[in-house]
Each structure stands twice: as structure tokens, then as C-alpha cells.
């Protein structure tokens, strides 16, 4: 397989794993329903561990950059869309800014690997 696409798969199945953990971090009810808490534990560590799969294509910096990010948007809409929260305008703002931060990540930084 390509190791740039491997590489990015990786980080894909480390944000949806780390993105499901953190919704069942909701779900724990601070620790004292256990079976959400162990689900939560093992995306966690499933999701770090897909993340050093991605360091083997891509620097540290930007793996943990999109993580990061992309993470933030999904579980934001997570909790708009499954726990019924809501964003006020800075927040929705800053969203923004994340997204046009990876945009321009990897569109113009030569750092990110494009094949």
C-alpha cells in the first residue's frame, strides 16, 4: 500500500476513534458508568496508537495539528447534533478558523506531503 495513503488513514481512523472516545467520555457520567468508561479507554488508546501509524508518513507536528483540529470540528458537531448543545457565534467563529487553518495546512505547507 502507499505509505502516504496508509499514513493518512491512520490519522483518519485515529480521529474518528479519538472523536468516539471523547463522546463517550459524555456518556461516562464522570467515570462511574463503567462500561462506557472502558469503551471510551480502549478508543483512546486505539486512537493514539493509530496515531503513531500516521507518524510513520507524516511529521509529528502536522499529524497532531490535524488531529487535533479535525477532532475539535467532529466532536463539535457531535455534541450540536447527538447531545443537543449549541455553539454561540464566537465559538462558531473559531471553528472557522480551525478549518481554515488545516485548509491552508495542507494546501500551501510544504511540510504536509501531498504524494
Do not use: R
Not at 468516539?20 to 483512546?44: C, E, I, R
Amino acid at each position: 500500500m502507499n505509505p502516504l495513503l496508509l499514513a493518512y488513514s491512520s490519522l483518519a481512523g485515529a480521529i474518528v476513534c479519538e472523536v468516539a472516545g471523547t463522546a463517550l467520555l459524555q456518556h461516562s457520567a464522570q467515570f462511574t458508568k463503567p462500561w462506557p468508561t472502558a469503551a471510551m479507554v480502549g478508543l483512546y488508546v486505539i486512537s493514539f496508537y493509530l496515531l503513531s501509524q500516521a507518524l510513520k508518513g507524516m511529521p509529528l507536528g502536522v499529524a497532531y495539528a490535524m488531529w487535533g483540529g479535525l477532532g475539535i470540528i467532529l466532536t463539535a458537531i457531535i455534541s450540536v447534533t447527538v447531545f443537543k448543545q449549541t455553539l454561540d457565534v464566537p465559538a462558531l467563529v473559531g471553528i472557522g478558523m480551525i478549518v481554515a487553518g488545516v485548509v491552508v495546512m495542507n494546501t500551501f505547507s510544504s511540510a504536509v506531503s501531498h504524494g
